[in-house]
């Protein structure tokens, strides 16, 4: 019986109904470059782009036969990008810039709804199976943002500055969930 097969396995061990993987795929890119104009004005720009691909199956009941199957499928990519102006003027430290990011992505749970055993060639995916639910995910982010900020030193009394600063911010968001059942 199963029973007896997992008390022989001990209570640290499992079996498992079919062959587990988990790959990820995932590439960076970051950039700052940074120039003068002048001796008292200078820009920045601070790039970054990320793109990640991950699909997952596991096994999680533990049982030698097919039930609680789960596949995970995820893709998501994102860019951002801050262009900064900066500097000194007399006793006015200063920065003013502008920011932009955009994030798309989906993420499928899929899960068996019947357990069918396939004897001993599983399959590696839980659309292989007649019976399955699915959750997929879309989603898109986008953030723009202007800003501006200064500090006034005083000559008057040292160590006493004024600090100010603005930051506008339009955000932009939409998600799709979708539920299918295969059978």
């Keep these: 019986s199963m029973l007896a097969d997992q008390q022989a396995r001990g209570n640290r061990q499992t079996a498992s109904g079919t062959p587990s993987f988990s790959k990820v795929d995932t590439l960076t890119i970051a950039n700052t470059t940074q120039w003068e104009l002048n001796d008292s004005v200078s820009f920045k720009n601070i790039f970054g782009y990320r793109k990640v691909d991950s699909h997952s199956y596991e096994d999680t009941d533990g049982l030698p036969i097919p039930l609680l199957e789960i596949e995970r499928i995820f893709e998501q990519e994102q860019f951002?990008?801050?262009?900064?102006?900066?500097?000194?003027?007399?006793?006015?430290?200063?920065?003013?810039?502008?920011?932009?990011?955009n994030e798309t992505g989906s993420d499928q749970g899929a899960s068996v709804t019947g357990a069918v055993d396939f004897g001993n060639v599983q399959p590696t995916s839980v659309f292989a199976y007649p019976s399955w639910a699915n959750t997929f995910v879309t989603a898109d982010n986008t953030s723009y943002a202007v800003f501006a900020q200064g500090t006034y030193a005083f000559d008057a009394i040292p160590g006493l500055s004024l600090t100010a600063g603005i930051r506008q911010n339009w955000d932009e968001r939409t998600a799709v969930v979708r539920n299918q059942t295969g059978t």
């Excluded at 801050?82 to 810039?97: C, H, K, M």
């Design 80 to 101: 951002t990008n801050e262009f900064q102006v900066f500097g000194e003027t007399g006793n006015l430290n200063w920065i003013a810039g502008a920011y932009y990011f």
